[in-house]
DNA sequence: CTTCGCAGACTTACACTGTAAGTACTTACA
DNA sequence: TGTAAGTACTTACAGTGTAAGTCTGCGAAG
């Protein structure tokens, strides 16, 4: 009867898992210890709380963002961060949702260096920092921004069927003429074109 | 003892205040009842379940944006719509994370006025459907992406002591040189800045 | 080989959540 | 005055995070 001892990454994966497919409010201590065969408490061992539990995944998926070389152009480095970042989250929107709304916080030295890249990048764009600062700030809001919207339900209302009978039948072409144009097209556009776009406005805009 | 009788206006009314005080987990139901001098049970006779309380009350912030006359050319609407939908989410941040977390939908004609407007804008500046309804995703993720960083975590820590701490004592100059170097502007950067700025490049983009 | 310490899993318990179901009271109209 | 409707209240249940305490099996020291 070995019993084979439960790690802290263990852990942080069996989250990450559940979470992507049961959501954030889906996520509970019982839930996921219940996936690991062991009770909730046991969990306790190696995380200090919940909160500590969405730290570590959301740390986890700013350290899956690879960092480009540094001796790339700064042009180069800012798409690739970018890019990587905006990949990642849309991976796991719910990490999105949990930073935003101030559930998780990826303290770690791992997220602090992807940070650290994308100002950097900034900076030797010749932004002083106030502007690298809003560039920063700007940045995480497109991608988040991007992620977001895409899995709620203001855009792609295919997930709960309510909102999506009670659209269907409020949004006639006499009332609502534009937005019963765009509707059939609105649901299948993908989040990543978005983010293209508004990624291509940035990056000439500092230029 | 007149017992004067609570409305659906009044449970909003209070829903709405509670929620930027305490946020949307200090908003439960007994405690929405407390304020309003009631049992929680009470509340259901005006609201179907909570759910139903967060939908009227996104429905409300939808509602508070000012729609500006047809006549207007369209750019001058956009802006206007712009300004006003980040404006109203500024003001409640909360609502954008109920938005974005799919636990609120704002199922509503006024609201649909709303993104109505938004698209015909973006018709009328000559765009087919289909990049409508980019633009219109666009816009929506930059106003959320603005104001939710703005919030969370990731760039105001001043929120909770502990993550601040764990900053300062972390972000060295010598490890995240160009973290360590913005950082002090970082957190009084106004997202409302982040915002226009983000619209102009946007607006120059759309022409 | 025995024994001790201890890390890690388990158990119990508490305060909190949303809300289903049933009861009582207050008012408006016949 | 009787009745019907609407509103508020009470109780109860399954779920949550987690504090506090208990048990168990393994590795190291005597």
Redo the contacts between chains.
């Keep these: 009867m070995a019993r084979e001892t439960l790690t802290r990454d263990k852990v942080l994966d069996a989250a990450l898992r559940l979470a992507d497919s049961d959501g ?1 409010a889906g996520l509970s201590m019982r839930k996921l210890a219940g996936e690991l065969g062991v009770e909730a408490m046991s969990l306790y061992n190696h995380v200090e709380n919940k909160r500590d539990l969405l730290n570590g995944i959301a740390a986890r998926v700013f350290e899956s963002v690879p960092l480009p070389d540094r001796a790339l152009p700064w042009q180069e480095r800012l798409r690739v961060l970018a890019n990587g970042t905006f990949a990642a989250f849309n991976e796991h929107p719910v990490i999105a ?1 949990a ?4 559930e998780a ?1 990826p ?1 770690t ?1 791992g997220a ?2 992807l ?3 994308i ?2 990048a900034l ?1 030797d764009a010749g932004l002083d ?2 502007r ?3 560039g ?3 940045l ?7 992620v ?8 792609a ?1 295919a ?1 709960q069927t309510p ?1 999506v009978e ?1 659209f269907r039948r ?2 006639s072409a006499r ?5 019963h ?2 509707l ?3 649901a299948e ?1 993908d ?1 990543a ?2 983010f293209e ?2 990624l291509e ?2 990056l ?2 500092l230029a």
């Excluded at 930073?99 to 101030?102: A, G, N």
């Excluded at 977001?148 to 855009?155: C, E, I, N, R």
């Excluded at 009332?175 to 937005?179: A, D, I, K, S, T």
């Design positions: 954030l949702r930073l935003v709304s101030d916080n303290l030295v602090l260096r940070i650290d890249a100002i950097g900076l920092p106030y690298a600062a809003r920063y700030r700007s995480l809001g497109m991608v988040f921004g991007a977001l919207v895409d899995s709620s339900g203001l855009t209302e997930a909102p009670w409020t949004v009332e609502f003429p534009n937005l144009q765009v059939p097209v609105l556009i989040c074109q978005d776009f508004q406005l940035f000439n805009g």
